[in-house]
C-alpha cells in the first residue's frame, strides 16, 4: 500500500513543449517520499538536528505520457527495500483526474553521518520506524491478493 | 569519444544540505544532450519548426560524490544507440577542477511528430547526420584502444 | 479581500542557507495569481485557446524573514488594478503556522495577442469577469472598515 | 562599468509560452551579483566560513523582451550603493547576438550573522575590496562621459 502525496503542476513547471519539463517528475519522487517518512514519523528536519542526512544513491524514470499545466496530480509512493544503511523507493504519478499513468520510478537512499560525511547504521530511534512502514506496507499487498 | 559540455554550479541550484540538488544532474544530461546535437548540426529549434519533438522517454542516474556551489563541472555526453524511431545516450558529469567523477546516466528519447504526438520514423536529413555522430563515436572508441 | 492559496515548501526548493531561495517566492506569486483568476472564472489554458497570453511586465518582491523546508505558506494575491490592457497585482506570503509575515510583491502583467504578440484589449469575456473580481475586493475591503 | 557574466538559455528554463520563464531571470541576477563579487575578490563560500550571509531583502525587475532556448544572454551588473550594512546592485540582461534588452532590474542584500542571524556590519576584510569595486565603477563612468 503506497503513501499518496498530490502536486498540481504549475506553469514554472512547463516547458516549450507545453508539458511539464522531465525533470520536475525526479522532484516530485522526492515529494512523496518526504510524504511516505513523514506519515510513519520521520522528518527530514529531525533526522538532520540528530547528525543524519539520506542523500540520493541512484535514481531511475520512466515517461509515459506527459503532465501539463493545471493537472492534479498524484504521487504514490512504496517502500521496496530497507536495511540499516539504505532504503528503496518506487513511485507512480498518475494523473488524479484521468487515471492516466505518466512516469514511474524507483530511488536508492543511504543513511549517511553529518558529522563524517560517509554511509552510517541508522539508529533504532528511525529504524523500528522505518521497519513498520514496510511490515505494514507488506501486510496490506497480502491482503489486496 | 564524448561531447563535452561545461556548467558552473549556481548559488540557486544547492539545496540546504549544501549541495548540489539531485534533479539538476537529469537537467545538465539535456544539456549534454543539446550540446552532443549542436556539434552534429542539429538544433532542437530547427525540429520544431519541421514539426517533430524529441521527449524523453526514460532516464537514470547514479550519483557519486556531490557538486557544490561554484564548482566547474563537465558534462561528457555519448550516443550509445540510435534507430530512426529513437535514440539512447550515456552521460558522465566531473568536476572539472579535481577529475572527481559525480554522476553517471543514460537516458533515451524518441522522435516525435508534433502533428499526431506519437511516434514516428525520423527524415534523413535528420538521420543522416546522427549516423555520422555514430560513427565517429565508434572509430574514436577503436582508436583509443 | 484576498485570494488565497497554499504551499508547501519542498526540499528541492531550499539553497545552501538552509533556507527557501528568494526566486521561488517570484514562482509563488505567480501560483497567486493563476489561483486569483481561477477563482473569478479565468484560466490561463482557456486564454491560450483563445488566442491571448498574460506575461508579466514588472515584479518587485521584499524579504522579510526566511521560509525553510516543510512550512506551509499562505499566499494571498489581491487585485490592485485593472484596465483592458494590463492588471496589477498585490502579494503577501505568510507562515500558516505562525503568521509571520515573508514576503510581500507586486507585479503587473498585460494581455497580448498570441497571433500578433502586441499588447491587446482584453475582450469583454474575461474583461467583465475581472471587473466583478475587483469590485468584490473593494467590497470587502469597504466592509472590512 | 558593469561586470559582464554570460548564460546560455537551456531548454528546461523555457515555459509553455516558448520563453524564458520570468522567475529565471531574478536568478540570473543573483549570477550576476556573484559574478560581480567574485571580480573584486569576494566568494560567497569564504564569506560563509568566515560567518557571514549576504540574504536579498528586495529585488525588482522590469521584463521588456523575452529570451528564448539557446539565447546567449550577457549579465550586466553594476554596484549602485554601499555600506557596511547592505548593498545595492543593478542589472541589465541582454540578448548577446541581437543587443536587444530583455530585463532590467535592482537589488538589495545585506551582510547578516550567521550566528546571529541579524544585520551585521561587514569587517574591513571584505568591505575595502567592495569599496574599491564602487571606486573603479565611478571612475569608469566618469571617464565614459
Redesign the interface.
Known amino acids: 500500500m503506497s503513501v499518496v502525496a498530490t502536486h498540481h503542476v504549475?506553469?514554472?513547471e512547463?516547458?516549450?513543449?507545453?508539458?511539464v519539463?522531465?525533470?520536475?517528475y525526479?522532484?516530485w519522487f522526492?515529494?512523496g517520499r518526504?510524504a511516505f517518512l513523514r506519515k510513519y514519523g520521520i522528518?527530514?528536519?529531525e533526522m538532520t538536528e540528530d547528525g543524519f542526512?539520506f542523500?540520493?544513491?541512484?535514481?531511475?524514470?520512466?515517461?509515459f505520457e506527459?503532465g501539463r499545466?493545471?493537472d492534479n496530480l498524484r504521487i504514490e509512493t512504496t517502500a521496496e527495500a530497507l536495511t540499516r544503511a539504505k532504503m528503496e523507493f518506487s513511485y507512480r504519478i498518475v494523473n488524479a483526474a484521468t487515471g492516466d499513468l505518466l512516469v514511474t520510478g524507483h530511488s536508492q537512499n543511504v543513511f549517511t553521518s553529518l558529522a563524517t560525511g560517509h554511509i552510517t547504521r541508522l539508529p533504532e530511534k528511525y529504524y523500528s520506524r522505518l521497519r513498520i512502514a514496510l511490515a505494514e506496507e507488506q501486510n496490506a499487498e497480502e491482503e489486496a491478493k
Chains 1, 2, 3, 4 share one sequence.
Open positions: 504549475d506553469y514554472y512547463t516547458d516549450a513543449m507545453a508539458v519539463h522531465h525533470s520536475n525526479i522532484r522526492e515529494v518526504v522528518s527530514l528536519n542526512s542523500p540520493i544513491t541512484s535514481v531511475d524514470a520512466k515517461y506527459p499545466f493545471d
